[in-house]
């Protein structure tokens, strides 16, 4: 004789039956567990997709130990990858895109570094534009500017050192309460 409680006998009505007593508490339950109401719902979901098809004495136990067991790996999947879906809605969430401050600051900056690297010596500048914006290796440079490798070395050097010069003289002279749009006398 077959065991009525065995779930390869439990006909689909008495699943029906197991998932409208326990998915409100089991919902609950995760819920507290994860602290998060949307993956505890989609976690009841997957467990309850997981035990349909099994056979179980105790169906419902069965249930809340694959959930819990769901949630503790959900847990640590997200101290591996901490960003995790929340309930707030994504028009609540923050742009992605830089404000417009931030925009002009960035413009700003990089007219100033334009004009800094412009008034390079010729030598430093193709030596800095062809490392920086090509990622030529020194050797590389050397070869298409036919110059020592060291020659390369120095002229990145000097450039990286007038470029820094220059940027803190003009972010000086910017932050000076004397400060007009006008260039200073050379």
């Given at each position: 004789?077959?065991?009525?409680?065995?779930?390869?006998?439990?006909?689909?009505?008495?699943?029906?039956?197991?998932?409208?007593?326990?998915i409100a508490p089991l919902r609950r339950?995760?819920?507290?567990?994860?602290?998060?109401?949307?993956?505890?719902?989609?976690?009841?979901?997957?467990?309850?997709?997981?035990?349909?098809?099994?056979?179980?004495?105790?169906?419902?136990?069965?249930?809340?130990?694959?959930?819990?067991?769901?949630?503790?790996?959900?847990?640590?999947?997200?101290?591996?990858?901490?960003?995790?879906?929340?309930?707030?809605?994504?028009?609540?969430?923050?742009?992605?895109?830089?404000?417009?401050?931030?925009?002009?600051?960035?413009?700003?900056?990089?007219?100033?570094?334009?004009?800094?690297?412009?008034?390079?010596?010729?030598?430093?500048?193709?030596?800095?534009?062809?490392?920086?914006?090509?990622?030529?290796?020194?050797?590389?440079?050397?070869?298409?500017?036919?110059?020592?490798v060291s020659t390369v070395e120095k002229?990145?050097?000097?450039?990286?050192?007038?470029?820094?010069?220059?940027?803190?003289?003009?972010?000086?002279?910017?932050?000076?309460?004397?400060?007009?749009?006008?260039?200073?006398?050379?």
């Amino acid at each position: 004789m077959k065991d009525p409680d065995d779930a390869s006998t439990r006909p689909a009505q008495d699943f029906s039956s197991l998932y409208q007593t326990t998915i409100a508490p089991l919902r609950r339950y995760l819920g507290r567990l994860l602290g998060n109401h949307s993956e505890a719902e989609e976690i009841a979901h997957d467990a309850f997709a997981r035990i349909y098809q099994l056979p179980a004495n105790k169906p419902e136990a069965l249930l809340y130990t694959t959930a819990r067991r769901l949630a503790i790996n959900r847990i640590k999947r997200r101290s591996i990858s901490p960003i995790a879906p929340t309930d707030a809605p994504l028009e609540n969430a923050a742009s992605s895109m830089p404000d417009v401050t931030r925009q002009v600051i960035a413009r700003q900056e990089l007219e100033l570094l334009d004009e800094a690297i412009n008034d390079l010596p010729p030598g430093c500048r193709n030596v800095l534009l062809l490392r920086k914006v090509e990622l030529l290796s020194h050797k590389e440079i050397g070869e298409r500017l036919g110059i020592a490798v060291s020659t390369v070395e120095k002229q990145h050097a000097r450039a990286l050192r007038l470029l820094r010069a220059s940027l803190l003289a003009k972010a000086e002279d910017a932050s000076s309460p004397f400060a007009t749009d006008s260039p200073r006398p050379s």
